[in-house]
């Protein structure tokens, strides 16, 4: 590590363990991206579509559906979408080179489109937003501001899917790791409802136990109801029991 960075542990949220997340002062714009790309440092690239997003892909009945992948770097998802029938397909990332690669690769067919931006500036509609190691490549103290934006791109129905790391990574990111215990609350506070959020069996081969599978949708003012009621019930049952034993405690003398 470079003496000018500063590193702090991040913890993750009142009330829970800390979750070994360190970040950097980095600057992880275009240029630093760009960078990676021109020196061919892409340790990140699999190559190919990771085999848990496959699965996904395949699950998923409406090839209409408006389809967003932010921070894309190579794009085996888009590809195997484009291969499956899909037709409305957006892809986003930051890296000039990379996007000017892939809008030669896909000039002229009106399936996809390949816009070169910052997904924090980004705006529309989507469906399916897809991740695949881009939350891992922003400051972790961006996750919040991810979450948020996600939530403005996703239709109300729409769902956002992908894989997250559940490690860390001894050295300094990106990637930034970080685990589920972290990012269930994040993903809640920023108003979307984690639907499933587990270790998944269909990694790719390096990356074998290392990552969840999650799905997550805009929180309704119903689920937040839920939560709610929930919580309410746990404290009425609790002052309920207090109440209880006292009255027990004043029985008995
Ligand atoms: C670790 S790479 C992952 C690329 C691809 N998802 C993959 O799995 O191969 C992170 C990607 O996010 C892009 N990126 C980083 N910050 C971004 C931002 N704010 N907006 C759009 N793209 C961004 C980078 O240019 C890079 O292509």
Redesign the pocket.
């Known amino acids: 590590m470079s003496e000018n960075q500063e590193v702090t542990v991040e913890t993750s949220h009142a009330g829970m363990e800390a979750c070994c997340v360190v970040q950097c002062d980095l600057e ?3 240029n630093y ?2 960078n ?2 021109e020196s061919g440092k ?1 340790g ?3 190559g190919m579509a990771s085999p848990a997003l496959v699965k996904y892909i395949d699950s998923l009945p409406n090839k209409d559906a408006r389809i967003l ?8 998802e888009a590809q195997y979408l484009l291969d499956q029938g899909f037709m409305n397909i957006t892809l ?4 000039p080179l ?1 996007v000017e690669q892939l809008q030669a690769k896909y000039v002229g067919n009106s399936n996809i489109q390949v816009v070169l ?4 500036e ?1 705006e529309g509609q989507f469906d399916v937003i897809i991740e ?3 939350f ?3 400051q972790p103290y961006m996750r919040s501001e991810y979450v948020k934006q996600m939530r403005k791109l996703l239709s109300p129905e729409g769902e956002l899917a992908g894989l997250l790391f559940d490690t860390g990574f001894d050295f300094d990111g ?2 930034f790791g970080g685990c589920k215990c972290e990012y269930k609350p994040i993903f809640d506070e920023g108003g979307l409802r984690v639907d499933e959020m587990e270790i998944t069996p269909d990694s790719a081969k390096p990356r074998a136990g290392t990552e969840l599978f999650f799905r997550a949708g805009v929180k309704k003012s119903t689920d937040a109801c839920v939560v709610d009621a929930a919580c309410g019930i746990k404290q009425y049952a609790n002052i309920a029991e207090k109440l209880n034993w006292n009255k027990i405690n004043q029985d008995k003398k």
């Open positions: 992880l714009g275009g991206w760009n990676q790309y892409t990140w690239d699999l992948i932010p921070g894309c770097g190579n794009a085996y986003i990332d930051i890296a990379l931006g910052d997904f924090f980004f695949q190691t881009f891992c490549a922003i990106p990637p």
